[in-house]
């Protein structure tokens, strides 16, 4: 059966008004970084359950979760990339434990989604962001270049120790791909790009 969600951010905004008002009441959340307490981590059990009982006091059932804890360094293959992964296992853990079943995740390193233009003229006058590969700025990341090889290594790392832990706690994984679609950006490969590498993902 085909479900209607809205990603809704975890504070109250407009948003929460206008999918009461269009009847939609499944959400996809973002992650509770800005209600943390002192010594929590934004995978802990307390501020999840927080986050889950502000949805739900506003109307909605949370379906995904789409939003990530730091992750440049298991996408880079960096030192520290393992205490990285572990926040994300504690993440998923405790999904499991609130039955919110899927958390979509991705494999951007340095910068996610680009955009060039954020009010690009449209339907009924309207604005809407757009791209263009010539007006990425020279100083969108300040790292060294990495191939797509390297990005392929350190997901399979990454995959080795999370894959388990999501399948004992019942969550599903799902990779959102790269926005927008296309290799490299300013020496940074992306390779969740095309049809033959979500295949070769799911291989893995």
């Known amino acids: 059966m085909l479900e209607i969600a ?4 975890p504070k109250p905004t407009p948003v929460w008004k206008l999918a009461q008002q269009c009847g939609v009441n499944l959400a996809v959340a973002g992650l509770p970084f ?3 307490k002192p010594g929590e981590k ?3 059990l307390a501020p999840l359950t927080r986050m889950k009982a502000d949805y739900e006091a506003g109307g909605f059932d949370i379906r995904v979760i789409e939003s990530r804890p730091p992750l440049n360094k298991a996408k880079r293959g960096l030192e520290g990339r393992d205490e990285e992964i572990d926040v994300v296992c504690e993440l998923l853990t405790n999904m499991g ?4 079943k899927v958390w979509c995740y991705e494999w951007m390193t340095d910068f996610n989604w680009v955009r060039t233009k954020m009010d690009t003229p449209s339907r009924g006058g309207s604005v ?3 791209f263009d590969v010539k007006d990425v700025p020279e100083n ?5 270049p990495i191939s797509e090889e390297e990005l392929w ?9 999370v894959v388990p832990v999501a399948e004992k706690a019942n969550v599903k994984l799902s990779m959102h791909p790269d926005d927008p679609p296309i290799t490299p950006i300013k020496g940074v490969s992306r390779i969740m790009r095309t049809i033959d590498n979500y295949h070769r993902l799911l291989q893995r």
């Open 140 to 144: 969108i990341t300040s790292n060294p």
């Open 34 to 36: 800005d209600t943390l």
């Open 128 to 130: 809407v962001t757009s």
């Open 42 to 44: 934004v995978g802990d």
């Open 153 to 161: 290594t350190n997901l399979e790392y990454f995959l080795k120790r």
């Open 97 to 100: 434990k609130l039955g919110i």
């Open 6 to 9: 809205e990603f809704i951010s």
